[in-house]
């Protein structure tokens, strides 16, 4: 069965640090892999994803995320964290021959001034 | 251009009663999502579907769910019968095809509360 974990509930990281949003999943074979974004109020935005290549992607506002096949893994990140990226991260992952994602629970990113 | 929309953004009713929620795809975008997000959960997929391919109805909780896509387009959500846990917000999604790994992009949502 497919999964997708964000073990992280809530992040809390001040502004002008770094950030680190975590991912982990289980899927046969080698899936794709996306971040999505959710501000209140407003739908789900597309930030990243991975599908082969170089396991360091990037993607919108700065953010970016590295697949790593050892660990199943696939950590958002971002080098200095902004008051505007206050928000709630979703992690997708879609296995081999499937149309549809598989999201975790999201974490809710809260950053500090 | 436009984006994804969904209608109406708030619908609350009755238990028993039937639903449509309603989803207006990105012109050109022949791949259509239906996702559910309850509280406290992720988005949970309902149904996809494929330009004139037989939709995959797999994601469907009960036979009381239901949707169709009306010229590869608009498509409609309908939930029969409606239950109290079937309150959630419900998202539709749209991406350029299905078989490539291109992003999906979301409308706002529909939040029903079923009382």
């Known amino acids: 069965a497919q999964s997708v974990a964000q073990p992280e509930d809530q992040v809390n990281v001040a502004e002008g640090n770094p950030l680190t949003v975590k991912c982990t999943y289980s899927?046969?074979?080698?899936?794709?892999l996306f971040w999505y974004v959710q501000y209140p109020n407003r739908g789900l935005q597309f930030l990243l994803k991975?599908?082969?290549?170089?396991?360091l992607v990037k993607g919108s506002y700065g953010f970016e995320a590295e697949f790593n096949k050892s660990q199943t893994s696939f950590h958002l990140k971002k080098p200095s964290a902004l008051v505007s990226d206050s928000a709630l991260y979703f992690c997708a992952v879609r296995p081999p021959g499937a149309n549809n994602l598989f999201f975790g629970t999201g974490t809710r990113l809260t950053v500090i001034p | 251009g436009a984006g994804v929309s969904q209608s109406p953004s708030n619908k609350v009713t009755e238990k028993g009663k039937d639903v449509e929620l309603r989803c207006d795809p990105i012109?050109?975008?022949?791949?259509l999502y239906w996702y559910r997000q309850s509280l406290g959960q992720g988005l949970e997929f309902l149904i996809y579907?494929?330009?004139?391919?037989?939709?995959?109805k797999s994601g469907l909780p009960s036979d009381r769910f239901s949707a169709e896509r009306t010229g590869g387009s608009v498509s409609t959500l309908t939930i029969q019968r409606t239950q109290q846990e079937d309150s959630a917000v419900y998202l539709c999604a749209s991406s350029l095809g299905g078989d490539m790994p291109y992003e999906q992009y979301f409308g706002p949502g529909t939040r029903l509360t079923v009382t």
């Open positions: 012109s050109g975008h022949t791949a």
């Open positions: 579907f494929q330009g004139n391919s037989a939709p995959d």
């Open positions: 899927v046969s074979g080698n899936p794709y």
């Open positions: 991975y599908i082969t290549g170089d396991n």
